[in-house]
């Protein structure tokens, strides 16, 4: 059996080379985080955004917005809340991973093969980046989505 450390002494981490110096409390600074740092992701909370999309992409009358409660920089993550009006809009390699969970209505994903998928309130499901197809706002609906873009490396 080894020897346990002194109370008195520093620890020194041996599971981690590069990190060999004392374990120090102090060293963890800026990236403490508090309740202060946590977001409310809901409709209704954060920042409104209108999404643009390429013309011809959406139906007529298409309505959508996303209620950005964390990450509004390009290619960075991001989620929030969502709401949008009967309609379909047309996505062709889809830039994120976005976990979507349905608060109220339905929605429906049809891939480019016309597989189709239904989510209605309570369901959770995941649509993977570079998915192609049609999303379809059946009624009026309302998810919390985190969408997560391509990473280089």
Avoid: N
């Amino acid at each position: 059996m080894g020897q346990r450390p002194h109370p008195s002494r520093p620890v020194h981490r041996t599971d981690h080379p590069e990190r060999a110096g004392p374990v120090q409390q102090e060293a963890r600074g800026p990236r403490v985080k508090t309740v202060a740092d946590i977001r409310v992701l809901a409709v209704g909370h954060g920042t409104a955004v209108v999404p643009e999309w390429e013309p011809g992409a959406a139906s007529p009358g298409w309505v959508e917005t996303e209620w950005r409660g964390f990450g509004a920089e390009e290619m960075r993550p991001y989620g929030g809340g969502w709401e949008g009006q009967p309609g379909s809009l047309r996505l062709d390699d889809y830039p994120y991973d976005e976990v979507c969970v349905m608060l109220t209505g339905m929605v429906a994903l049809v891939d480019h093969t016309g597989a189709r998928r239904e989510f209605g309130a309570g369901e959770a499901f995941w649509v993977p980046r570079g998915f192609s197809g049609t999303w379809e706002t059946v009624e009026p609906s309302t998810k919390i989505f985190v969408a997560l873009p391509a990473t280089d490396g």
